[in-house]
């Protein structure tokens, strides 16, 4: 070897090992990867509102530029999927499966999701045994979730055997959501109501709220019955609610349910049976508020049905929330799906809560740091408006929305606390 080449190679290896020594970032160290993952129903006709939740998602951490803490930290975002062509819905199995994988990932330090609640009371414990790995929904509201209320449909403090919360949502359970459409219902002029549940933890529970309430404010509840989601039709049994009231129809019918559990098909039986939605009014919770639902059924037979959603319209957003759909809209064209949003703040929890870890000199690759600061979020000025985490992680928003289907669309018609 020439003295030249020695010289040359000497000069190549000690240049990489001051390379390799700075991270090859000019001068800092190799930002560290924290991984945040969403599982959500990404197959089926949930995928009208999921997608735009996912993409609610990626925008907030566009906007942060996938890092944090100054850089020191890389953000890398994957969603996952929890439904199965099978089903054609969530499916427990993937669900369980995504939970697992997560828990044993320690680079995760943030699960966003479920979309239903029946898939968080799956995952719950099962985060909660690892770390606690922190669970943030956008969309989860059966109020069994945090409540440990025994007087609650499907309360349990055994989703947390570390008897430490690690689950919080950013969206209003449906304790308030089933008081107020019962309110709203009797707002309409209606005295009778017949009840429907797909007898899933969301469902059922949103129906038993509205039932109970119902009772208290003195409207007649004719029934409450669960549903076969997988029935060919409905026909027999809106002919049994059409002579439940003295012989005729109820004033109105309330449907606990997911658009996924054959929801469009109810309402064009009920519509075949008792006639259009002026005659019998037919009221649902967010679970049938998504385009999807309208499209399924057609235009017509939906048109004039009502649905919930927590919150305030997108229009009535504060500037940071307007903000949120500007950007949005110019990214991925109109938005028309509520829950966007509650995706973007679901994302933007994460984010404040591991900045809110390095701020405070923590470490964010240690999940119970983020889990901490996330529970510790008070007056939080985000795209929903100024709110908190109270202790079991519910919001302190309360609004409630009503919409009507007119020509085709869901328009709001009044928020209600």
Request: aromatic residues 8%; glycine residues 10%; charged residues 20%.
């Amino acid at each position: 070897m020439s003295k030249r080449l020695f010289v040359l190679i000497s000069v190549l290896i000690l240049a990489s090992m001051l390379l390799a020594a700075c991270g090859g970032t000019g001068g800092g160290a190799t930002a560290k990867t924290l991984k945040i993952v969403s599982s959500l129903p990404m197959t089926g006709s949930s995928l009208t509102q999921t997608q735009t939740i996912v993409n609610a998602m990626q925008l907030r951490l566009d906007q942060a530029k996938n890092t944090a803490c100054g850089g020191k930290y890389t953000i890398a975002y994957e969603p996952w999927d929890d439904a199965s062509a099978a089903l054609g819905k969530w499916d427990p199995a993937v669900e369980t499966e995504n939970a697992n994988k997560a828990a044993a990932d320690k680079s995760i330090v943030a699960y966003l999701g479920t979309f239903n609640s029946g898939a968080a009371k799956l995952s719950i414990p099962i985060l909660n045994g690892a770390g606690p790995l922190v669970m943030i929904s956008p969309a989860n509201t059966n109020p069994g979730l945090t409540k440990a209320d025994k007087d609650l449909p499907g309360v349990t403090d055994s989703y947390y055997p570390t008897k430490v919360r690690n689950y919080a949502r950013v969206v209003a359970a449906d304790d308030i959501q089933g008081k107020v459409a019962a309110n709203f219902v009797k707002s309409l002029g209606a005295k009778t109501v017949y009840i429907l549940d797909d007898q899933e933890l969301y469902g059922k529970g949103v129906a038993d709220v509205f039932n109970a309430t119902a009772k208290e404010i003195g409207l007649t509840v004719l029934g409450q019955e669960g549903i076969d989601p997988k029935a060919a039709d409905y026909k027999a049994l809106m002919t049994k609610i059409s002579t439940s009231n003295a012989g005729g129809p109820p004033d109105a019918i309330y449907v606990g349910m997911v658009v996924d559990n054959n929801a469009s098909q109810l309402l064009k039986d009920k519509v075949s049976i008792m006639g259009d939605n002026n005659k019998v009014k037919y009221v649902g919770p967010d679970g049938i508020q998504t385009q999807a639902f309208i499209d399924g059924a057609g235009a017509d037979i939906a048109e004039g049905a009502y649905a919930s959603v927590a919150g305030v319209p997108l229009s009535e957003l504060p500037a940071s929330g307007k903000q949120f759909v500007k950007d949005y809209e110019a990214k991925y064209g109109p938005l028309t799906e509520p829950y966007a949003v509650y995706g973007y703040e679901t994302m933007n929890v994460a984010l404040k809560a591991i900045e809110d870890v390095c701020t405070a000199g923590g470490d964010p690759t240690n999940r119970e740091s983020v889990r901490a600061a996330v529970f510790a979020i008070k007056n939080f000025d985000g795209a929903l408006g100024t709110w908190s985490f109270d202790a079991n992680g519910d919001t302190s928003l309360t609004d409630m929305t009503f919409y009507q289907v007119k020509g085709g669309k869901y328009v709001s018609v009044g928020t209600f606390k």
